[in-house]
């Protein structure tokens, strides 16, 4: 197959990673099984793989523990097999990201040594990749602000790194945080591209007592991107594209609601009283359109699985600020066996279905990203 895909949103847990959740007993962890408790899902060795719990909702008791998160199969870390994956769907280039939870749990003391080592395996497996990796860096988000800075300004170094991805915790105050405002400085000042993706989803008891039952499609689906655009929406609002407005950010998951909600967040301000005096003069929040932001600062991925929603994300930030990913190794297949991943396959369709003109395929399956991000 010929390799012309670009992959932005595809992640990994390195080796130095995997061995911190190892090291853990509290979410996010490692959960060993034994071997009586053999797991179907893995397709990749005879003893049952460890489970994955990295969401808060992974760890229910109720769930059994062969059940409990996700299995963690190689393909989560191994460079072969990402790099075999990307063969399968011709794939040329994709930019590896840690996944969540990032470094977000750690204590401040040791983030930034976590960052560091992490950010150094990353760079090194793409230096041999022969071009086909590239990766967004992690920041040491539970750190001081000018750790956190310091932590940007070496990724600079780094020749592979193509931008940073976050949370939308910050420093555990959300994006609209104050104390960020040095950090948002770096950022823009070096105009590092920020992967902005999800994690904490919503408060577990906006799923009701039977969540569990259905597993990971309510935090998924709707936790996630609902998680998104609350953060983004909350820097809007602070005036944090007012005072940064040069920032760059990529918004996981097509934008999440933000694209089908724009609307509303700027009639909801247009008609906010404590934005504006009795005349009717605007007095507060923030000072560039909704639309503007969306047209300047903010590209988003092509994760979304429908050819309506791709194009609506295309109509409200632009075509050439779309760029396709695949959000491998999460959505593999449960068919054992099975080569081509059916969430790939969606992504791509998707993006040939809502789309007529070549010009626009094919940017957004690889000619936007070789832009924005200066790929060879
Ligand atoms: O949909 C996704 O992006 C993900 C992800 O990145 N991490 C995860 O735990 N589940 C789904």
């Known amino acids: 197959m010929k390799s012309t895909l670009i992959d932005v949103h595809t992640?990994?847990?390195?080796?130095?990673?995997?061995?911190?959740?190892?090291?853990?007993?509290q979410v996010p962890y490692l959960l060993d099984l034994p071997n009586h408790e053999g797991d179907e899902d893995s397709t990749h060795s005879d003893s049952p793989s460890p489970r994955l719990i990295i969401l808060p909702s992974d760890n229910d008791q109720r769930i059994p523990p062969a059940k409990r998160g996700r299995p963690l199969d190689s393909g989560y870390s191994s460079v072969p097999e990402i790099l075999e994956f990307m063969d399968v769907h011709g794939i040329g280039k994709s930019i590896l990201s840690l996944a969540n939870p990032?470094?977000?749990f750690l204590p401040a003391s040791e983030g930034p040594k976590w960052a560091?080592?992490?950010?150094?395996?990353?760079?090194?497996?793409?230096?041999?990749?022969?071009?086909?990796?590239?990766?967004?860096?992690?920041?040491p988000l539970s750190a001081p602000p000018p750790q956190i800075c310091e932590a940007i300004?070496?990724?600079?170094?780094?020749?592979?790194?193509?931008g940073v991805i976050i949370g939308t915790s910050g420093l555990g105050q959300g994006l609209d945080d104050p104390a960020l405002e040095e950090v948002y400085a770096t950022l823009q000042q070096s105009q590092t591209l920020v992967f902005l993706h999800p994690h904490y989803g919503l408060p577990s008891t906006v799923y009701g007592p039977r969540a569990h039952e259905s597993g990971h499609v309510l935090h998924l689906s709707l936790g996630f991107p609902l998680e998104t655009t609350i953060s983004f929406t909350r820097m809007y609002v602070s005036g944090v594209f007012d005072r940064f407005p040069r920032l760059k950010i990529l918004i996981a998951h097509a934008g999440a609601t933000i694209?089908?909600?724009?609307?509303?967040?700027?009639s909801c301000i247009e008609h906010e009283r404590l934005y504006h005096d009795m005349d009717g003069t605007r007095v507060g929040g923030p000072e560039r359109s909704l639309q503007e932001v969306l047209t300047t600062n903010v590209w988003v991925d092509a994760v979304v699985y429908s050819a309506s929603a791709v194009q609506a994300a295309a109509d409200v930030v632009g075509r050439d600020r779309v760029l396709f990913g695949t959000d491998h190794p999460f959505f593999p297949p449960l068919k054992a066996g099975a080569e081509e991943w059916m969430s790939v396959k969606t992504n791509v369709q998707a993006v040939r279905e809502a789309f007529e003109k070549a010009e626009v395929v094919d940017g957004i399956l690889g000619g936007n990203a070789t832009k924005l991000l200066d790929l060879p």
């Open 11 to 25: 992640h990994i847990y390195p080796p130095a990673y995997l061995r911190l959740l190892r090291s853990r007993k």
């Open 153 to 162: 300004q070496s990724l600079g170094g780094s020749p592979h790194v193509k």
């Open 259 to 266: 694209p089908f909600l724009a609307g509303r967040i700027s």
């Open 116 to 139: 560091l080592t992490i950010n150094q395996e990353l760079e090194e497996v793409c230096a041999s990749s022969e071009g086909r990796l590239y990766t967004f860096g992690a920041l």
């Open 102 to 104: 990032w470094l977000d």
